[in-house]
């Protein structure tokens, strides 16, 4: 059974910094599309940052490029988001999600990816 579990989120100050961490467990990282998605308070989930770790394909939301950089590591069977220069509104649930088939490239659409995490929650204040 494929398990995807969110760490690293926190209570952050305007400006701040966070690293999310996405351990696998069930499924070996090869050829898949990741993504990290969002849910900020009374909003839909959006994807923010996806990664192919076949072409090492990325891709960013406009909200957040330039500020969040997502990293994969096979070898930790493990994905990551590096959130910088923080804003209040990056506040949300912060999800990962692995597509199993193998492929090229990755979207920031939902429907391609068929395992989630439960979240990790991101609080941006001062």
């Known amino acids: 059974q494929v398990q995807l579990v969110e760490s690293g989120g926190g209570l952050v100050q305007p400006g701040g910094s966070l690293r999310l961490s996405c351990a696998v467990s069930?499924?070996?990282?090869?050829?898949?599309?990741v993504g990290w998605f969002r849910q900020a308070p009374g909003k839909e989930r959006e994807g923010i940052s996806c990664?192919?770790?076949?072409?090492?394909?990325?891709d960013y939301a406009e909200s957040v490029q330039g500020r969040f950089i997502i990293s994969s590591d096979n070898a930790k069977n493990s994905i990551y988001l590096q959130l910088n220069a923080l804003k209040p509104e990056d506040t949300g649930a912060y999800y990962c999600?692995?597509?199993?088939?193998?492929?090229?490239?990755?979207?920031?659409?939902?429907?391609?990816?068929?395992?989630w995490g439960q979240g990790t929650q991101v609080t941006v204040s001062s």
């Open positions: 990664l192919s770790t076949r072409d090492l394909t990325v």
């Open positions: 069930g499924f070996t990282l090869g050829e898949n599309a």
């Open positions: 999600a692995l597509r199993r088939l193998s492929g090229h490239g990755c979207a920031l659409a939902e429907w391609i990816y068929d395992s």
